[in-house]
T-cell receptor, first 116, second 115 residues
Framework: AQSVAQPEDQVNVAEGNPLTVKCTYSVSGNPYLFWYVQYPNRGLQFLLKYITGDNLVKGSYGFEAEFNKSQTSFHLKKPSALVSDSALYFCAVRVVSSGSARQLTFGSGTQLTVLP | KAGVTQTPRYLIKTRGQQVTLSCSPISGHRSVSWYQQTPGQGLQFLFEYFSETQRNKGNFPGRFSGRQFSNSRSEMNVSTLELGDSALYLC??????????????FGPGTRLTVL
């Protein structure tokens, strides 16, 4: 079985400061990892994904994430937070199984608040 | 290219009724997945369709069903609604290039309230 953990329900950061949203995963096999963001009353917007290769993945809106296989982590980062980054962030994992299922398993979400 | 669209955006139903939600994927995308989002359970996978066939199903009762049409549009149906079915129902489409690295792109969701 595959699972994703987002250990922090809430992260607060001051505008202009770097931000980190944590994600750890547990899978049997090679993980495909994704980050999505959700604004109030909206669907999920894709930010970035790790498939293979470079452990540092760059995505939309200045976000990046670092894949760490030994620590089974995929933390989301941004060098300088904006108030508009305030939203709910989800980490997700997909593992290829028989039948090539494409379902994503999501973490519980982290509410990011950027304070002006 | 237009994104994933879902209709209606909001629905209010009463217990025991049934409901049908619709999803139109991004043009050219052939895979459609459905997810349920609730405050208590988070995001949970419902089912996935490709080429009008259900390819995978999550752990939901048989009251939840779906289908996909030849133009890749998809509908999901919930019969005999219960209070616990109140949720945001999200549809996602992907281009189905043959590998599981595809990105799923989500629609805005349908907010279902069961009274």
């Amino acid at each position: 079985a595959q699972s994703v953990a987002q250990p922090e329900d809430q992260v607060n950061v001051a505008e202009g400061n770097p931000l980190t949203v944590k994600c750890t995963y547990s899978v049997s096999g090679n993980p495909y990892l994704f980050w999505y963001v959700q604004y109030p009353n909206r669907g999920l917007q894709f930010l970035l994904k790790y498939i293979t290769g470079d452990n540092l993945v760059k995505g939309s809106y200045g976000f990046e994430a670092e894949f760490n296989k030994s620590q089974t982590s995929f933390h989301l980062k941004k060098p300088s937070a904006l108030v508009s980054d305030s939203a709910l962030y989800f980490c997700a994992v997909r593992v290829v199984s028989s039948g090539s299922a494409r379902q994503l398993t999501f973490g519980s979400g982290t509410q990011l608040t950027v304070l002006p | 290219k237009a994104g994933v669209t879902q209709t209606p955006r909001y629905l209010i139903k009463t217990r025991g009724q049934q409901v049908t939600l619709s999803c139109s994927p991004i043009s050219g995308h052939r895979s459609v997945s459905w997810y349920q989002q609730t405050p208590g359970q988070g995001l949970q996978f419902l089912f996935e369709y490709f080429s009008e066939t259900q390819r995978n199903k999550g752990n939901f009762p048989g009251r939840f069903s779906g289908r996909q049409f030849s133009n890749s549009r998809s509908e999901m149906n919930v019969s005999t609604l219960e209070l616990g079915d109140s949720a945001l129902y999200l549809c996602a489409s992907s281009s189905e290039t043959g590998v599981s690295t595809d990105t799923q792109y989500f629609g805005p969701g349908t907010r279902l309230t069961v009274l």
